[in-house]
C-alpha cells in the first residue's frame, strides 16, 4: 500500500525550495533585458542563456551541499544522482520571453518522490510574484502583500471555461490542430498565455483549463503540486497521471472529465 505523503514530510524540503528560488532570483532577474545577455542555441535549436545556466549551476550548488543525497534532473545540465528523491528544475521557464523582454518567465523548482511531484515553487521575479505548494499545505501565492491561499475556480459548463493553450503550431505538430478549433468554439473564452504562467492562473481561479505537448518533466513538475493542492486536477492529455509523457492537461477538477470527453470524441 502506497503511503499517504504528509505535510511534516515536506516541510523542511518546501522551506528549501523557497529558498532555492530566492538564489534563482538572485541570478536571473539582474540579467532580464540585459543588453549583454548571451544567447546561444542549443542542439534543439531552442535558445539558452547565460541566465539560464548561471540559474541553475546556482540551484544545484545549494542543493549538492543540503540534499546531497538527492538527485537533481535540470534542463541545462541534465539528470544525476538518485531518482527515488528528485529535484526536477527548470531555470528559465519561457526563455523566448526572457530573452525578447517579457516579463513572462519563471523558476520551477519541484521535488519529486517516485516521479510524484509533491513539493512546487515557481518564482516570477519581473512580475514579483511567486507560487508555492507542498502535500496538505495548500497552495499559495505572494506579491508584497500577505500569502494567500489559492484554489481553483468553481466554473461547471464547457460553454462558461476560460481555457489557454502554449501555440497554435504546437497543437498543429501534435496533429490535433482541429481539436484546438473546436475547442476554441465550444468553450467561452481561449488565449494562448503559454508557458508556467498558465498553469498558475489556473490555481488562481481565473483559467479552467491549460493543455499542452511536447512537454518535458522540468516544464511542469512544480506546477503539479501548486494546481493539485489548489484543488485541480493534472494529467497528461490521455487523462494518466504522469508527467513523464510529453503532453499534459491540467483543469479545476469539476471540468477534467468533461474536457477529456471533448479532447477525445
Known sequence: MTAIPRASDFRSDLELALR??????????????????????KADNSHVTDADLATERAIRDILATERPEDGIFGEEFGAEGDTHR???????????????????????IALAVDGVPQVGVVSMPALGRRWWASPEEG???????????LHVSSVSSLDDASVSFQSIAQWADAGRIDTLIALADRVW?????????????LAEGRLDMVAEFDVKEYDIAAAVPIVREAGGTMTDYAGAET???????????????????????
Open 139 to 149: 497552495a499559495w501565492t505572494a506579491t508584497e502583500n500577505e500569502p494567500r491561499r
Open 20 to 41: 532555492l528560488a530566492d538564489a534563482a532570483d538572485a541570478q536571473s532577474l539582474p540579467r532580464f533585458d540585459a543588453a549583454d545577455l548571451q544567447i546561444s542555441t
Open 189 to 201: 473564452r481561449d488565449r494562448a498565455y503559454g508557458d508556467v504562467f498558465s498553469y498558475m492562473l
Open 243 to 265: 508527467i513523464s509523457t510529453r503532453s499534459t492537461l491540467a483543469t479545476n477538477g469539476i471540468l477534467h472529465d468533461a474536457f477529456l470527453t471533448f479532447l477525445h470524441p
Open 86 to 108: 528528485q529535484w526536477i528544475i527548470d531555470p528559465i521557464d519561457g526563455t523566448a520571453n526572457f530573452l525578447r523582454g517579457v516579463p513572462l518567465w519563471g523558476t520551477m
